[in-house]
């Protein structure tokens, strides 16, 4: 099972970046036509997608006990939704041995490394300078 999640991880976070820089290269970020972001459609994604980014981050919140790792993961998964997902899964999913049981993945609290989330958020506000 920890090989297919680090698989399925893989491919998440490389299809949103394949897909994302796809549609920076043709659109901007911020031009958005406003027909579409008036439309009740695109409007119930979006709130589909970001409650769903908050109710995973209340899982990270608990796991990672730094206050600043929580609010570093907080802004990443904010700003790059599934790419920081996947993210925090792969770096939970490579801790423990292929072979190995799924219960740390879910339920080892981690100290609160700042590394990762560090550098999410960093690379979230450079692309949203820049978009």
């Not at 990443?76 to 920081?84: E, H």
């Amino acid at each position: 099972m920890i090989i297919f999640l680090r698989i399925l991880f893989l491919v998440v976070i490389a299809s949103m970046l394949a897909v994302t820089s796809w549609a920076s290269l043709h659109t901007p970020l911020f031009a958005i036509p406003r027909e579409v972001l008036a439309h009740p459609w695109f409007i119930a994604t979006l709130f589909d997608a970001y409650w769903a980014f908050v109710a995973f981050y209340v899982w990270v919140a608990w796991k990672e006990q730094s206050l600043a790792a929580r609010v570093l993961w907080f802004v990443a998964i904010i700003a790059l939704g599934n790419i920081a997902m996947a993210a925090y899964f792969l770096r939970e999913l490579f801790r423990v041995p292929a072979d190995g049981a799924l219960d740390p993945v879910f339920t080892r609290r981690n100290p609160g490394t700042l590394v990762l989330p560090g550098a999410l958020t960093v690379a979230s506000v450079v692309v949203y300078l820049f978009a």
